[in-house]
């Protein structure tokens, strides 16, 4: 099982720039989070997804979209790029037992 | 809206002291999850509890969830420079699955 799996590991945008992190979990979950988390500030719920087709917006939604065409893929897509979204993103599913995370995407926006 | 704090942010120990960090709900919470994050890492769960008063244990880590259900503590007895990371504690949110974390207790070992 590779559990939860992100990509890139690292990246770094332009201002205004797109771009879309990669989540894939295959442990047939049907929620799945985006988080981001900066210093001294402990993790925020950016979108969350309880199945397929179903998307929600959470603590910190605005700049970010994302889909659930599938069970195991939930990307989190910037729409325009900002220094404020430099940050490092953790995809999560659940089911049972506690969250299972990704190992994060380093992002900076210059 | 609800939120999780937790107390202290940051704790410096020398190997072998015992480290102890507390989480606390603005509301009564169904269950509560801990997790860590080694450095560079990513949040690991560690137990989740369910019950008023409950205590479990993991080898020389303590987790408590208070009476009333709003509060929570980590207590890891004789630490080892392995237990270096973030602590933190989560609580369900609004909606289902949703999970409110605290900010963390960054926890140091000095040799």
């Known amino acids: 099982n590779a559990g939860v799996t992100q990509t890139p590991k690292f990246q770094v945008l332009k201002t205004g720039q797109s771009m879309t992190l990669q989540c894939a979990q295959d442990?047939?979950?049907?929620?799945m989070s985006w988080y981001r988390q900066d210093p001294g500030m402990g993790l925020r719920l950016i979108h969350y997804?309880?199945?397929?087709?179903?998307?929600d917006q959470g603590e910190v939604p605005n700049g970010y979209n994302v889909s659930r065409s599938t069970t195991e893929d939930f990307p989190l897509r910037l729409l325009s790029a900002a220094p404020s979204q430099t940050s490092v993103y953790f995809c999560a599913s659940t089911g049972t037992d506690g969250y299972t995370f990704g190992s994060g995407t380093r992002l900076t926006v210059v | 809206g609800q939120q999780v704090m937790q107390i202290p942010q940051y704790q410096h120990v020398q190997e072998g002291e015992d480290f102890t960090t507390y989480c606390n709900s603005s509301t009564t919470l169904s269950n509560i999850q801990w997790y860590k994050q080694r450095p560079g890492g990513h949040p690991v769960f560690l137990i989740q509890?369910?019950?008023?008063?409950e205590v479990k244990k993991q080898k020389r880590l303590t987790f408590q969830f208070g009476e009333a259900k709003k509060n929570s503590s980590l207590h890891i007895t004789a630490t080892q420079t392995t237990d270096v990371g973030t602590y933190f504690c989560a609580g369900p949110g609004g909606s289902q699955g949703n999970l409110i974390f605290g900010k963390g207790t960054k926890l140091s070992v000095k040799p």
């Open positions: 442990m047939n979950h049907e929620y």
């Open positions: 509890l369910v019950k008023s008063g």
């Open positions: 997804s309880v199945g397929a087709g179903i998307t």
